[in-house]
C-alpha cells in the first residue's frame, strides 16, 4: 500500500476541485479492475487528507511517460 497526503489548505482554496477530487476517489474506491489504481481508504484530519492506495511501483505515470 502507498499513502498520499494532500494539504487541506491547497484544496480549501478551490472548492470545486475538492469536490471533484473527493467524488473521484470515491468512485476508485468502489472499482475493483486490473488495470485501475485501486484505491483502499480515504482519511482525513484538520490539515490533511489521506489517499491509501494500491502500492505501484516504478513511480508515477506521469514520470514513466516522460
Not at 484505491?39 to 514520470?63: A, N, T
Request: aromatic residues 10%; charged residues 30%; glycine residues 4%.
Amino acid at each position: 500500500m502507498a499513502i498520499k497526503i494532500i494539504k487541506k489548505e491547497q484544496l480549501d482554496k478551490n472548492e470545486m476541485s475538492k469536490q471533484l477530487m473527493i467524488g473521484e476517489l470515491n468512485v476508485l474506491e468502489e472499482t475493483c479492475h486490473p488495470n485501475i489504481m485501486r484505491i483502499y481508504e480515504l482519511l482525513h484530519d484538520s490539515k490533511r487528507y489521506y489517499i491509501v492506495s494500491e502500492y505501484i511501483e516504478h513511480g508515477q505515470l506521469f514520470d514513466y511517460l516522460q
